[in-house]
């Protein structure tokens, strides 16, 4: 094992242990591709989520939100596409049964498999390079033909005929829902292009195989961004969102050296020109969000399927024009993966080895611990649960804990990345009268303790 699947393999172990993430259903054996967030998984994706809201929604005049339903009428999947063209191929090895993506098989030999290329086109390519091909589990080469392997997960909903024949679908992915409402956003909110909506929510994926812990999974969380433009200004307003998404990921703490841009030179079916974000993960970059360039695909596309016009007028100009889209678009899941694996320090202090999560403190799933000296003396237990009661009504989550040694609680803390720890002590009540109303507060990333008076605590947090 190699010091970065050593790195993987101690986050995902972390990450259960301290209530971040879990394998869905784990007692029946676990279900491939989905994964629950624990109690502190749920606080580090409600920081994700917010900061994006707020980078995205509030601090833009010209962006709104909506949270628009999983489910949507099957048409809207016909006429965007996916039902035909949201597929990846599938590749079957006949020994062990373990199915791949040909096209990574093929990318992780250095051959491009074209997204648009059809059945017998991709069959060509891997039968081609079928020499250099390994079944990723047994090592084997022998494979079924390839076969396109659509990614729509179907439901059964509203159909009861017992054969499924009518299916409805769990959005694909969310930016769906903000098209087919372009047109009820633009009338209620009287806006003037370019603006955007953004929308968080749950997309779901037939995955053919799920890996890399949350990183693909088969139900998971998007965050998207569609702005909608004229068509002439469409590249400029692109390149200044990818600027902006660039600067947003580093306002979270990611160092630039692990952020790069990869251009798609494979593009899905509706994208003009398509960038990701790469992060550096423990097995090495990745895509971990995308912004793209759709032309007018998908509104176009829906004007079609549902008859209706999904136009704009330009009263200034006088001028009736489908808008263009540029769109944003992150996993929830990718990102705080990324986070964890940007925190995740090791260091020595106190001559002992030490793990611990150098979260931002804003993004740090609890704010602040705070602690009494000792847990049988009543008049420390009570100051300390003023102090913590105080400290929660400003910062959400902080946590109180008596249990143990301080040394002991202050590794707890480090280990969920806890970027303040605050102590009650003889000296709070005013044992040194100069003293009174001062704690000790422990810095976690250098473990510097100062005394400080409890009523600069939450300005020295950052909040309010
Ligand atoms: N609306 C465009 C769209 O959905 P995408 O590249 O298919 O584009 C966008 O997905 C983002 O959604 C990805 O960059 C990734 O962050 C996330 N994502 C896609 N598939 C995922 C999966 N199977 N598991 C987790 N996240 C996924």
Not at 222 to 236: G, I, L, S
Not at 412 to 420: C, L, M, S
Not at 425 to 443: A, I, N
């Amino acid at each position: 094992m190699n010091g970065q699947e050593g790195k993987m393999e101690m986050i995902v172990a972390l990450a259960k242990r301290r209530g971040f993430v879990y394998p869905s259903s784990e007692i029946y054996g676990g279900f491939a591709g989905i994964y629950d967030f624990g109690p502190l998984g749920v606080e580090l994706e409600k920081n994700i989520k917010d900061d994006w809201w707020r980078t995205m929604v509030y601090e833009r005049e010209d962006i709104v939100g909506l949270d628009s339903a999983i489910f949507m009428n099957p048409k809207v999947w016909d006429a965007s596409g996916h039902t035909k063209g949201f597929s990846d191929p599938l590749v079957e090895c006949k020994e062990c049964h373990t199915r791949s993506r040909a096209d990574k098989m093929l990318e992780d030999i250095g051959v491009v498999a074209d997204e648009k290329m059809n059945e017998e086109e991709i069959n060509k390519v891997f039968s081609l390079q079928q020499a250099k091909l390994k079944c990723p589990t047994c090592g084997k080469q022998n494979f079924t033909p390839v076969r396109k392997f659509n990614l729509l997960v179907k439901s059964n909903l509203g159909d009861f005929t017992n054969n499924n024949s009518a299916p409805s679908y769990l959005r694909g992915e969310t930016c769906q829902g903000i098209y087919v409402n372009f047109k009820n956003v633009l009338d209620s909110q009287h806006l003037k292009l370019p603006f955007g909506i953004a929308q968080i929510g749950k997309a779901f994926r037939n995955e053919i195989s799920p890996r890399q812990f949350i990183f693909r999974g088969r139900e998971f969380e998007q965050m998207e961004m569609q702005y909608f433009v004229r068509p002439e200004d469409e590249m400029t307003e692109y390149e200044q969102l990818r600027t902006y998404r660039m600067n947003a990921l580093l306002q979270l703490g990611i160092k630039s050296e692990n952020l790069r841009w990869k251009k798609h030179e494979k593009l899905v079916f509706y994208a003009k020109e398509a960038y990701d974000i790469e992060y550096k993960y423990p097995w090495g970059f990745d895509e971990m969000e995308g912004v793209h360039a759709r032309g007018d695909y998908d509104l176009i596309q829906h004007s079609k399927g549902s008859g209706k016009p999904m136009d704009y007028f330009d009263d200034e100009k006088n001028e009736r024009f489908v808008p263009h889209i540029i769109e944003s678009s992150g996993g929830v899941g990718r990102l705080f993966l990324a986070l964890l694996c940007e925190a995740y320090t090791e260091d020595e202090m106190g001559g002992e080895k030490r793990v611990y999560l150098k979260f931002k403190p804003e993004m740090a799933p609890v704010r602040a611990a705070v602690f009494p000296l000792l847990k049988n003396k009543p008049e420390l237990v009570a100051k300390a649960r003023e102090v913590f009661t105080m400290l929660r009504k400003s910062l959400g989550r902080v946590q109180f804990d008596d249990n143990g040694n301080i040394g002991k609680r202050y590794r707890r803390q480090d280990e969920i990345g806890t970027p303040y720890c605050v102590t009650v002590d003889f000296d709070t009540l005013g044992e040194k009268p100069e003293l009174k109303d001062t704690v000790t507060l422990r810095d976690r990333d250098t473990g510097k303790q100062e005394r400080i008076a409890i009523g600069e605590l939450v300005s020295r947090f950052g909040a309010s």
